[in-house]
């Protein structure tokens, strides 16, 4: 069976798309799913130290694509589960080592092999972005609840729509809902209001992603905190599932409820 | 801490509801390629070229950039003078 191939992207950098891509991918694994993950990410290498497999490193996606190596030889094995594998980009090359079509030979290569192939995009509209759509058949865009990132992600899903890899799926990233509730930090349905397209998940902002990247350890693997169970819940919903936004039934706390009775112009 | 009491009296809009009217408009103006200034322009050429064949009142007539999903859709609403002086 051919693989699901997923990128995830963003408009603006630093939203999150490598925690996401790499928590993504600990979540699909420890869903028996076989998954790799591949850093297309060319000289800005992080999916590696965000996985905490960067001592690993042997080969890298250009070694591949140049013929230095076969694809086998390239993914690093995650030990911790029984089927995750990691391509990481190249550090010391830059974005035009690699082209669409490599991507996508790369990726057929891959895809008789895995259930899902996971895509890590570099920030960006150029090069880098072209090579991480190139094979994906789904797209997910990370943005954060705050109005640079918002305007970047309407910019980039509008140029996934161009390229004919639409409609892209919204990861909400770092809500902090008791922002939400006393006004100071736009809601799901505001942004759903305004770039108008599907969520897939919400991920509250949550100190434990940086611990546990400090770690080398994807927040995901301890699925007992917060972000950890966004990141399943989205694992379950690429799978099929159909999983409550469990950050939405939090707005219908006794709070946000005060608020509504008394706050001007609630929604 | 002061903010909520400004809220509940009305005195300061809700910062995510700034945004978020800020984001509409940003939003149109990326979708669209035209600057708010450039869109104001627009109407007024429009509202000159349609002067030039019907008679309007240019106070009554609206022209609003719709947002439909992810489309942006201009739409006119233009009432139209009684002809008076025929013959
Ligand atoms: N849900 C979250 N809660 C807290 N911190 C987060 C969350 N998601 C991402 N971060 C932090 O934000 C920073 C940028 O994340 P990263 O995944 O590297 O973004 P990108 O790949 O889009 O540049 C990192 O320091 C990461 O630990
Ligand atoms: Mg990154």
Redesign the interface.
Request: aromatic residues 4%; positive net charge; glycine residues 14%.
């Given at each position: 069976m051919a693989a699901r191939i997923i990128t995830v992207t963003s408009g603006k950098g630093g939203v999150g798309k490598t925690t996401t891509t790499a928590n993504l991918a600990v979540a699909l694994a420890m869903a028996n799913q076989k998954v790799v993950c591949l850093d297309a990410d060319i000289g800005l290498r992080n999916l590696d130290v965000v996985l905490g497999l960067e001592n690993r490193i042997v080969y890298d996606v250009v070694d591949v694509v140049e013929g230095r190596c076969r694809v086998r030889q390239a993914m690093i094995r995650d030990k911790r589960l029984p089927e995750l594998y990691l391509i990481p980009a190249a550090q010391t090359r830059d974005k035009s080592a690699v082209s669409p079509s490599d991507m996508i030979r790369l990726c057929e290569e891959l895809s008789s092999e895995v259930d899902f192939i996971l895509i890590d995009s570099p920030a960006g509209i150029e090069r880098g972005f072209k090579n991480a759509l190139a094979a994906a058949d789904t797209v997910l865009v990370v943005t954060n609840p705050e109005v640079s990132a918002v305007r970047d992600a309407d910019r980039i899903i509008g140029l996934v729509e161009a390229e004919e890899k639409g409609p892209a799926k919204l990861i909400l990233n770092r809500m902090n809902f008791g922002m939400v509730k006393r006004g100071d930090m736009l809601a799901p349905e505001d942004i759903l209001d305004l770039l108008a397209i599907e969520l897939i998940g919400i991920v509250p902002e949550d100190e434990h992603v940086l611990i546990s990247t400090n770690r080398g350890m994807p927040v995901a693997l301890d699925p007992t905190s917060r972000a950890g169970i966004a990141f399943h819940n989205i694992s379950r919903r690429l799978q099929g599932e159909t999983v409550p936004f469990m950050d939405m039934d939090e707005k219908s706390s006794f709070f946000s409820k005060l608020g509504k009775l008394f706050g001007p112009g609630g929604n | 801490m002061a903010?909520?009491i400004d809220?509940?009296s009305?005195r300061q809009?809700?910062?995510?509801?700034q945004?978020?009217e800020?984001?509409?408009l940003?939003?149109i103006n990326?979708?669209t390629d035209l600057t708010t200034s450039q869109l104001e322009q627009m109407k007024n050429e429009l509202l000159v070229v349609i002067a030039r064949y019907v008679d309007i009142d240019p106070d009554t007539v609206r022209i609003m950039m719709e947002?439909d999903?992810?489309e942006q859709r201009l739409t006119a609403e233009i009432p139209l003078k009684p002809i008076r002086h025929r013959r």
């Open positions: - | 903010g909520w809220r509940l009305g809009p809700q910062s995510k509801d945004a978020k800020r984001l509409k940003v939003l990326d979708r947002t999903g992810r």
